[in-house]
């Protein structure tokens, strides 16, 4: 059986960046409720797109030791890219911000490789 569901995560450090390299400033609510908008319309985006392939995570690395060791996570913790980091199929894609049309059309690329490879 072929893997048919491509796996999102948005990763973010509790207070963290958002849209810019210095990680080290705590987010004020406006900027916060502009990240939970924009999470939500990615999932909005992905599920109107691409019904029932796609899954959303969005994780907050203080509260997740797993994700916390990752390669992804130590990006994010060792400042090497800035918050929020989209994960795509295990693969950082995006970083700094949550560019929905980039990330939709991505997904889809993924998905069509997918079916490209079911039909051979």
Do not use: W
Not at 77 to 94: C, E, H, M, W, Y
């Amino acid at each position: 059986m072929s893997k048919n569901i491509v796996e999102v995560k948005i990763l973010d450090l509790s207070g963290g960046g958002g849209g810019c390299s210095c990680n080290a400033a705590p987010r004020g609510p406006e900027m916060m409720q502009i990240f939970i908008r924009k999470c939500s319309e990615l999932k909005d985006a992905l599920q109107a797109h691409y019904p029932g392939k796609t899954s959303l995570q969005v994780i907050d690395l203080a509260s997740s030791p797993e994700e916390k060791a990752t390669e992804a996570g130590q990006m994010l913790i060792n400042k090497t890219s800035p918050a929020p980091l989209v994960i795509i199929d295990g693969q950082a894609r995006f970083a700094g911000s949550i560019q929905v049309n980039r990330i939709v059309k991505e997904v889809g690329e993924i998905l069509n490789s997918f079916k490209a490879k079911e039909d051979i």
